[in-house]
């Protein structure tokens, strides 16, 4: 069922502005609209996946969107709103960073749905046969140094400094839009709001070179907000950097728990801009979780659609499984269900000590293992190792040990080579080669 376009943006808050007739033009007939895409990365994070996520109800609307990666600009670099000029791309590296992108976006966007099928286009295809004096003919006599200086992105950069190279990166960005107007009668670009003023440039190019004879805007601009968290930081990092949609770079378990662990603050808004639920839908699950936070009902909601959709749910159930290995009630029988090639993903992040099998046949007692075989990298003593002990604080193989001198042999190691030891709360594996 097609929707309207402009009113899903508005309940779920996706949108922050957009050019007057931008509605009108949307509601008259089926509109191919684009949003452009860095590619200093082989993978696109999930504060892209917000503007995708644009893309995504465009089409759901019954538009035509395109996604545009910036083979040609990606050589140059956005200034919008940073603090200093960032490092050149080599050919190869943009075209390495193309390919894992448009993957990406295959997950999101339907590519073959008829009329009005998702298509990916690389400004370094037209770019790449410009000269020069051309692009100057072609877009930069159609504005002038004082627009171009008033943009925010710009002013910003004039007080630590601007090379000619950015400067002019709004003019390339702008006659992307005009050459995607003239060849596939693309009428809108979308995009973050920090994308404004570059966005505008594009429509004040095809003005200014088409003319508005009709009385119209024949070009139009919408974006939408930049997601932060309640207390104002940027969203879509971790401490260890961004959250990439690329298994490779973030596993599919820290994807999953980074959701996991929003606020119960920012889940309402978050759950409108990466959801495809439905608003009744959102608005019952708010309703029980408020009845019950502590099972965070919403982040499980969102951490479960997100991690299925971008991943897969072989990955998200996967994910379950470490997550109850790691802090639910897991036995020794869900622990020896876990084929060998899935305990990587289960156990990254968790601490591992590799003994060989001799020191494994060679171990005496628990003692002997979670102290002194182990190099002391469980607990630093056998002093300290038997309180624990005693304390009933360890475990092997999710069983309690119920005395220091509780012999090895009544362990089988899993898969014929692990061994996980929890320490109270905490989870060290034991790899035995």
């Not at 779920?12 to 200093?40: S, V």
């Not at 220091?404 to 030891?421: V, Y």
Request: hydrophobic fraction near 35%; charged fraction near 25%; glycine fraction near 8%.
């Amino acid at each position: 069922m097609k929707t309207d376009f402009i009113e899903e943006l508005r309940w779920r808050g996706m949108l922050h502005d957009m050019m007057p007739g931008t509605d009108e033009q949307l509601n008259k007939e089926m509109t191919a609209g684009y949003i452009g895409f860095d590619p200093t990365a082989s993978s696109l994070h999930i504060g892209n996946l917000a503007t995708i996520m644009l893309l995504v109800h465009f089409q759901r609307a019954g538009h035509k969107p395109f996604a545009l990666v910036g083979g040609a600009t990606g050589m140059i670099g956005d200034p919008s709103f940073k603090a200093s000029e960032r490092s050149f791309l080599d050919e190869e590296t943009l075209k390495f960073n193309q390919e894992g992108i448009r993957k990406q976006l295959e997950q999101f966007l339907d590519f073959d749905c008829g009329e009005n099928s998702a298509e990916m286009v690389n400004n370094y295809d037209w770019f790449k046969e410009m000269g020069f004096l051309q692009f100057l003919r072609e877009a930069g006599k159609f504005l002038s140094v004082n627009y171009m200086m008033s943009k925010d992105s710009v002013k910003k950069r004039l007080e630590t400094g601007i090379s000619f190279t950015e400067f002019s990166y709004q003019l390339l960005q702008g006659y992307d839009f005009y050459h995607l107007y003239k060849t596939k009668n693309i009428r809108l670009q979308m995009g973050g709001s920090d994308q404004w003023g570059n966005i505008t440039t594009g429509t004040e190019i095809i003005r200014r070179k088409e003319g508005d004879e009709e009385g119209y805007f024949k070009a139009y601009a919408l974006t939408t907000p930049l997601l932060t968290k309640s207390d104002g930081s940027k969203f879509g990092k971790s401490e260890g950097g961004n959250i990439w949609l690329d298994p490779e770079k973030t596993s599919p378990y820290t994807f999953y728990q980074f959701w996991l662990g929003q606020s119960d603050e920012d889940c309402p808004r978050y759950i409108r801009v990466y959801s495809f639920k439905t608003k009744d839908e959102i608005e019952a699950l708010e309703a029980q979780h408020a009845e019950a936070p502590h099972l965070r009902i919403l982040q499980k909601a969102l951490a479960e659609e997100l991690t299925v959709r971008v991943h897969s749910q072989k990955a998200y159930d996967l994910v379950l499984k470490a997550s109850e290995v790691l802090f639910g009630k897991a036995t020794l029988e869900t622990l020896q269900s876990i084929a060998i090639d899935e305990f990587d993903t289960i156990f990254e992040g968790v601490p591992q000590t590799e003994i060989s099998r001799e020191d494994w046949s060679e171990a005496q007692n628990v003692l002997d293992l979670v102290s002194t075989i182990t190099k002391s990298e469980i607990y630093p003593s056998k002093g300290e190792a038997r309180r624990a002990i005693q304390q009933n604080a360890v475990s092997v193989n999710k069983m309690k040990v119920t005395s220091a001198e509780q012999p090895c042999s009544e362990f089988s190691l899993l898969q014929d080579r692990f061994l996980l030891i929890s320490k109270g709360k905490k989870n060290h594996l034991i790899r035995v080669s």
